[in-house]
């Protein structure tokens, strides 16, 4: 089993709580709030690390949470930020979010790395809040929670060039003869089951020490793979965003299929797969020509240009174990993966390659913006030990609206607000006269006693 798509709950810290004190000194008195903030929870990134070929090590945990922040302390004295959480994927991996599917990223450069959960602001202590009105703020932030994101990880390779062909035709053999890659090899079919990367230096061949190119290493097709027969074809995903392919044929073929008939069968499979496949560029190589008398060899050849005549200038024969022609092969091939990497920049000119993403989700684009939706009457008395802890004689009492109000800012100074201390909540008041919530409150009709809810936490609305 190949493992590439694995889904993932994601969170970042929690921030750290910010500390209420007042400054202690012998023979000082009254002294001011110095109650240090808390430390940011750590950030969870995602980072492409081409150490790692699939998502293998996500098989056991799905939840991932980044250390919280330490709370802060007496003094000034702030907290420990959590330390980040990197999380190592493999080069190729596409990050899409869970319930819509969207693309978040797609981490296809070796040491891209993605911030897909901010952790949560550290609170800030007492000792931010002194004013000149305010001289003894008799209150502290608590740390914000971190962000929450499930995620689906999808791995596609990234290679540039494919090896495609049926079991047994020697692509591994290749593979490991022209690369630093060491697949299983073996007499059998579908010895291959996940596919391989390997790295093609071009100094290894006399080329310049800044040639190479990546080679993928792929199950083998059969008739009836992209129905499901042998190995099916889900792995060919891997292939979507390679731009050169060769078709490795087998002369020796198990099934007794003729090279014609193979390349025949494997263009069909790609096909039914995905056209686009067939389109890339490419090249077939007849392997296994050490254990083929020459005189056979032109004769394989002709049979197989007489059925493909436009093929001439892209046929080659090769032999993966003695290495007969590989030197040229490899050469040509890097050749080709200039050209089409020089392309593709061109068409990805849009596509910013930044090495470091910060994941927004859409809805928070303006983080001040907010949303006061009237939601139904309530029984005061059901809400009355949630309201600044007031006992709210409700005999006497009126129904009352309740409120909700959405947004970035505002949710979040919310959760950061402790209900422990009624300064606190004054200050969410202030907040939301700032933010000129409350006017929108007052527009759509909210009187002194009606309910708001603003994140985790309800409060109660007075019109001054
Ligand atoms: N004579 C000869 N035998 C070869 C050559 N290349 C591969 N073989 C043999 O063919 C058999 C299959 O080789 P693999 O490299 O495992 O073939 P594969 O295409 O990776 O096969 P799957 O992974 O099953 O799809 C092994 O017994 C190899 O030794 C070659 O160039 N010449
Ligand atoms: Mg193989």
Redo the contacts with the bound molecule.
């Keep these: 089993m190949f493992f590439d798509e694995v889904s993932l709950e994601l969170e970042g810290g929690k921030g750290g709580n910010g500390a209420l004190f007042f400054h202690r000194e012998k023979y000082v008195a009254e002294g001011g709030p110095d109650g240090g903030d808390g430390g940011n929870g750590g950030n969870l990134i995602l980072e492409a690390d081409e150490n790692y070929n699939t998502l293998q090590h996500f098989m056991g945990k799905k939840h991932y949470k980044a250390p919280n922040g330490e709370n802060g302390f007496k003094n000034d004295m702030a907290g420990h930020a959590g330390e980040d959480l990197i999380l190592h994927v493999p080069v190729g991996t596409i990050v899409h979010d869970s319930k819509t599917d969207e693309v978040i990223a797609d981490l296809k450069k070796n040491g891209m790395k993605l911030r897909i959960c901010a952790g949560g602001r550290g609170g800030y202590g007492n000792g931010h809040f002194g004013s000149s009105t305010r001289q003894a703020p008799m209150f502290a932030e608590l740390g914000d929670i971190g962000e929450y994101h499930s995620v689906r990880l999808e791995l596609r390779l990234v290679a540039d060039v494919g090896?495609v062909?049926?079991?047994?035709?020697?692509?591994?053999?290749?593979?490991?003869h022209v690369s630093s890659a060491k697949?299983?090899?073996?007499?059998?079919?579908?010895?291959?089951?996940i596919p391989n990367l390997g790295v093609v230096h071009l100094s290894k061949f006399g080329g310049s020490d800044t040639q190479s190119f990546v080679i993928a290493?792929?199950?083998?097709i059969i008739e009836g793979a992209s129905e499901g027969k042998g190995l099916g074809d889900t792995f060919l995903k891997h292939i979507s965003r390679t731009a050169t392919l060769v078709f490795?044929l087998?002369p020796?073929c198990y099934e007794n299929l003729t090279l014609v008939q193979q390349f025949e069968i494997l263009q069909k499979e790609l096909k039914a797969h995905n056209p686009e496949l067939v389109k890339k560029d490419f090249l077939v190589v007849m392997?296994?020509?050490?254990?083929i008398p020459e005189t056979d060899r032109a004769e394989l050849q002709k049979e197989f240009l007489k059925a493909y005549p436009k093929l001439k200038t892209k046929f080659r024969p090769?032999?993966?174990?003695?290495g007969e022609g590989l030197e040229k092969l490899v050469f040509e091939l890097e050749k080709t993966v200039t050209k089409n990497r020089e392309k593709n920049q061109e068409l990805d000119i849009n596509k910013s390659e930044e090495e470091f993403m910060e994941y927004t989700p859409t809805q928070f684009v303006d983080e001040n913006s907010f949303d006061v939706e009237e939601m139904y009457e309530v029984d005061a008395a059901s809400f009355q030990e949630l309201v600044l802890g007031q006992v709210i004689d409700n005999e006497t009492l009126p129904k009352r609206q309740l409120f909700k109000v959405t947004g970035q800012r505002v949710e979040q100074i919310s959760r950061m607000t402790s209900p422990e201390y009624p300064d606190a909540i004054m200050r969410m008041l202030d907040v939301l006269k700032k933010m000129g919530i409350h006017k929108v409150l007052l527009r759509k009709g909210a009187s002194n006693g009606d309910f708001l809810k603003i994140g985790p936490r309800f409060y109660e609305f007075h019109e001054l």
């Design positions: 090896l062909g049926f079991p047994s035709a020697g692509k591994s053999t290749l593979i490991s697949p299983k090899v073996a007499a059998y079919p579908f010895t291959t089951l290493d792929m199950p083998g490795v087998d020796f392997n296994k020509i050490d254990s090769i032999s993966g174990v003695s």
